[in-house]
């Protein structure tokens, strides 16, 4: 039986993970010859309103598939309350822009035909897509219903503020451009547990939100470590007490979307915090056993810095179900990694560069690798976001490097970094990493075998990579070549590190800057690697088969629709 103290939960999970945690995704990071599996986040905040989204992804499968990409996490296309929305204001999950509803019929991503093309190209390139799904609230709704409800703390959702009274709120759903097709429910009242607007009131009151009467708690199987409860997030919020809701949504998912877009691999599910678990496990649980031959990925996005309770969040599924989690114990410790470059003046000379031997300490990825999706950047964490939270640009390559060129972990690229970050006026705000298309191919190619690793001064970091030894296939020969990467965030340095006896006396080089960087390895199977200042390197063989293929990705994606 697990501990029940999450400080011990923590070393029970880490000790017992590759029995507790068996599943497909772990062993084919151990075994196998197949290629790596890296994942891309299809979008960022900016990405322009022009409703050609779903085309530009279309144009660039080709692209992103030669450089590795295995499954792209497509942003929420349901129909949302206006048309420049990202669509986490949710109003309609069976529009997929097919419908004339809140005066637009395309979502800002496209209209369902082109999602279809997109679908149906990423089947050609045997690419997945993972459908982001805001199922925890909706907005928009085109009716007022009365409701006794009850004033609650926004802070502390437990605590009542009133006695029930009589509130009027948008919590009908008529859906009337839509109809009955594809399902028959309309929303009213009793589907919801709470809202934020009393349309009664002149004056909205502040810091408060309405529970209903008729649902008299909120949903106990959610994150309940903040706000006493942290069912409501926003807009009109859920209630998965509700049988035919619950019906409704198990529809979509099941039956609905995989349907409609033959490439769906997956479901990140929005969130997680604020969405009830147990449903949650069934949902999944009845996708996967309607659909076993597709090969299913499922993230839940429980944004939470603290791993015990992500932990204690993953233990709660069954174990034969491969819900992955996002590892923002990572992504905060390589934010920190970086934090001495982020400092202004003065202050830089006083911050002091962070022990990169510990940058694994108390993460996702180190607990439990086949559940951590590793990832340095998103639309959440971008700047100007409510979690904004980015590693400096200096150190951000290195940072990916950590992710995509080892073993553990699953990890996942973000638009932003790979096509640019635009501002909110559509300009460009941050660019593109000249040299992360090239991490993301060297991940295709060389990321297998034995890892070593040396991780052995505080600013200086590395670690190798084999290559296969057997069963390497006869068109990939560069499965057997491997790779050497060394890290730093304070100064560079260099490092003695063995790639394997069998690599003996081949001649090793940077792959930017062939004849700066060169090694030749030694008889013992040992080799000497450097990095110039803060940043990384990534050595492979000089005459390694698939050298020819970088420096080749078109980071212009706007310019082909």
Not at 209 to 218: F, P
Not at 330 to 346: I, V
Not at 404 to 427: E, H, K, M, S, T
Not at 462 to 480: C, I, S, Y
Request: aromatic share 12%; glycine share 8%.
């Amino acid at each position: 039986m697990p501990p029940r103290r999450l400080s011990d939960l923590v070393r029970w999970f880490s000790e017992s993970r590759r029995t507790s945690f068996a599943s497909p995704l772990e062993t084919a990071q151990d075994q196998g010859n197949d290629e790596n599996r890296c994942l891309f986040q299809g979008f960022e905040w900016h990405v322009p309103a022009d409703q050609r989204h779903w085309k530009r992804l279309e144009l660039a499968l080709d692209g992103l598939k030669a450089i590795g990409v295995s499954e792209i996490w497509l942003p929420p296309g349901c129909k949302a309350t206006h048309q420049n929305s990202n669509g986490y204001d949710i109003y309609d999950l069976y529009d997929l822009g097919e419908f004339e509803q809140k005066w637009h019929r395309s979502t800002k991503w496209g209209s369902k035909e082109d999602l279809i093309a997109l679908s149906n190209k990423a089947v050609d390139v045997n690419m997945g897509l993972v459908w982001d799904a805001v199922l925890s609230h909706r907005a928009g709704g085109d009716h007022k219903e009365k409701l006794e409800a009850i004033e609650v703390d926004h802070e502390h959702r437990n605590r009542a503020l009133s006695k029930p009274r009589q509130i009027e709120a948008w919590l009908n759903f008529d859906f009337s451009g839509r109809g009955d097709q594809y399902s028959s429910l309309k929303l009213h009242a009793e589907h919801f547990s709470g809202t934020d607007y009393d349309s009664t009131l002149q004056t909205q009151k502040q810091g408060v939100i309405y529970l209903t009467a008729r649902s008299r708690r909120w949903s106990p199987n959610v994150d309940t470590s903040e706000k006493g409860n942290f069912d409501y997030l926003m807009f009109s919020n859920l209630d998965y007490a509700s049988p035919d809701l619950c019906q409704d949504v198990m529809n979509w998912g099941v039956n609905f979307m995989p349907s409609t877009l033959p490439a769906l691999s997956g479901y990140r599910i929005d969130a997680a915090r604020h969405f009830d678990w147990k449903f949650l496990a069934q949902f999944l649980s009845a996708v996967h056993e309607a659909h076993p031959s597709r090969p299913w990925t499922f993230v839940a996005e429980y944004w939470q810095g603290s791993m015990p309770h992500l932990i204690a969040y993953l233990r709660k599924f069954p174990r034969d179900l491969p819900i992955l989690a996002y590892d923002a114990p990572l992504l905060y410790a390589l934010h920190n990694a970086s934090s001495h470059l982020l400092a202004k003046g003065a202050a830089r000379a006083r911050h002091s560069p962070v022990d990169m031997r510990y940058l694994l300490k108390d993460t996702l990825v180190d607990a439990a690798p086949s559940r951590a999706v590793t990832l340095v950047g998103s639309h959440d964490t971008q700047p100007g976001q409510t979690l904004h939270c980015h590693t400096h640009p200096d150190f951000r390559e290195a940072a990916y490097a950590i992710i995509l060129l080892r073993q553990q972990g699953v990890p996942c690229v973000f638009y932003g970094d790979l096509y640019g970050i635009r501002a909110a006026d559509g300009n460009e705000a941050f660019p593109p990493l000249s040299r992360l298309p090239d991490l993301m191919l060297a991940r295709k190619l060389f990321a297998y075998g034995q890892q070593r690793e040396y991780w052995d001064a505080p600013h200086c970091i590395g670690w190798t990579r084999e290559g296969l030894q057997t069963n390497v296939p006869a068109d990939k020969p560069w499965m057997g070549h491997g790779c050497a990467v060394i890290a730093s965030n304070h100064g560079g340095g260099k490092k003695r590190m063995c790639v394997g006896k069998r690599h003996a006396g081949e001649t090793w080089s940077g792959l930017w800057e062939w004849d700066d960087y060169q090694t030749k390895i030694e008889e013992d199977g040992w080799g000497w690697f450097e990095v110039g200042g803060v940043g990384m390197n990534v050595y492979v063989m000089d005459v390694a088969a698939g050298r020819d293929q970088f420096g080749q990705f078109n980071k212009d994606i706007y310019g082909s629709c």
